[in-house]
């Protein structure tokens, strides 16, 4: 596709429940992104994919958020047992070079823990 | 009950007047700074970059200059748009590779 495409665009879960949340980057991109956004804030780095391996996952903020990319296209952010505090809007991005320059944003998953 | 984000700077020119967003970065290290544009319902859009050897760079009514010294980094937008009305972010890729996002700021445009 043009774009980065993420999916589903809102996501209202109740409390205890697990999410998946998908990305689809743009057509051989090798590197991806995901990024958490609290309202009225910037994005924060979750973990960092090139290709199917996943090289960084500093930003997960708990054992709760677990991502995986199988065949280096793409991904999937999990996130069990949702907690109020996970309510955020989760964007992914994609870049041609590893790690460096272009990144692309999707538009986001937006989901309400309640 | 619903949580509260904070308040972004705000910004509010009169149309065809020129704007001027600042930011400060954290990481002397970083040699890759990036503004983006995040229009409300949107994921962040690439507006210009500059490297850590340049202290300017122009592109289409933008202007992004990087002053090391201060670790400060501004954008210019020149005769400002309606359509430019958004939220502001500057960005750096610290030596790790990882691209973290400063503060944003609202910039309202006024017609």
């Known amino acids: 596709g043009a774009g980065v495409s993420q999916s589903p665009r809102y996501k209202v879960a109740k409390r205890g429940q697990d999410v998946a949340l998908r990305c689809d980057p743009i057509?051989?991109?090798?590197?991806l992104f995901w990024y958490q956004q609290a309202l009225g804030q910037g994005p924060e780095f979750l973990t960092y994919?090139?290709?199917?391996?996943?090289?960084?996952k500093s930003g997960l903020p708990s054992d709760r958020f677990f991502a995986e990319r199988p065949e280096g296209s793409v991904s999937t952010l999990k996130i069990q047992r949702t907690q109020k505090e996970d309510s955020a809007v989760y964007l992914c991005?994609?870049?041609?070079?590893?790690?460096?320059?272009?990144?692309?944003f999707g538009s986001g998953t937006r989901l309400t823990v309640v | 009950g619903e949580s509260v984000g904070l308040h972004l700077p705000t910004l509010s020119v009169q149309e065809g007047d020129n704007s001027i967003i600042n930011c400060a970065y954290s990481?002397?290290?970083?040699?890759?700074f990036i503004w983006y544009k995040q229009e409300s319902g949107k994921g962040p859009q690439f507006i210009i970059d500059?490297?850590?050897?340049?202290d300017k760079r122009q592109g289409q009514r933008v202007t992004v200059l990087l002053n090391k010294t201060v670790k400060h980094l501004s954008l210019q937008i020149a005769a400002t748009q309606p359509g430019d009305s958004a939220v502001y972010f500057c960005?750096?890729?610290?030596?790790?590779?990882?691209?973290?996002f400063g503060q944003g700021t609202e910039l309202s445009v006024k017609p």
């Open positions: 991005a994609s870049s041609q070079m590893a790690r460096r320059y272009g990144y692309t």
């Open positions: 057509s051989g991109h090798v590197s």
């Open positions: 994919f090139q290709n199917e391996a996943q090289l960084d």
């Open positions: 990481n002397s290290a970083s040699d890759y």
């Open positions: 500059i490297r850590s050897n340049m």
């Open positions: 960005a750096e890729i610290n030596q790790g590779g990882k691209l973290i």
